[in-house]
């Protein structure tokens, strides 16, 4: 009886400490991306997906994308946007609504894509908890990944001379 009781203790435990890290590890990635994404709105309860999400740069010329999952259908998502990007500077361009959803946005120079997707039926599932609906956010800023070179080389006769 005692291996019993020892065994939950320890199960326990080992439960509780994962689950912790893990909610360490989502709140230091959220951190990451909200300082990325620092006026771009992500729903609250998001749970961002650290292996879909890659950002490149830094301040405001950062390009990347950032993916989570949210307990949200995409008609929820597409009036979140709707309500919380136009407070925050950003225009919609552009929207396509079918299966998956497509909203387009600009700010200056910056240009971002939102693709919400539900997930297929076990994809997004968590123990005890629906089904989650798949947000990839793609953000580009003009500038990021390069001007274009303005060098102008001038070439006088007599170095047109060596060259030949």
């Not at 939950?8 to 991306?33: A, H, M, N, P, Y």
């Not at 609504?97 to 387009?104: F, K, M, N, P, T």
């Not at 989650?132 to 003009?142: F, G, R, Y």
């Amino acid at each position: 009886m005692n291996y019993l009781k020892f065994f939950f203790l320890v199960s326990t435990i080992i439960i509780t400490g994962c689950s912790s890290l893990e909610e360490r590890r989502q709140k230091d990635t959220r951190l990451l991306v909200e300082y990325a994404l620092s006026d771009f709105p992500i729903p609250s309860k998001a749970s961002i997906s650290e292996d879909e999400t890659v950002i490149l740069g830094s301040g405001n010329k950062w390009s990347g994308k950032v993916t989570y999952y949210v307990e949200m259908s995409p008609q929820e998502l597409v009036k979140f946007y709707d309500a919380s990007t136009p407070q925050v500077g950003w225009n919609m361009t552009s929207s396509t609504i079918s299966e998956d959803v497509i909203l387009a946005f600009q700010k200056d120079k910056r240009f971002a894509t939102v693709e919400v997707s539900r997930s297929s039926f076990l994809e997004g599932v968590k123990l005890l908890s629906s089904r989650a609906t798949k947000v990839t956010i793609s953000l580009n800023h003009a500038d990021s990944i390069g001007v274009e070179s303005t060098n102008n080389i001038s070439i006088d006769d007599n170095s047109k001379e060596n060259i030949k």
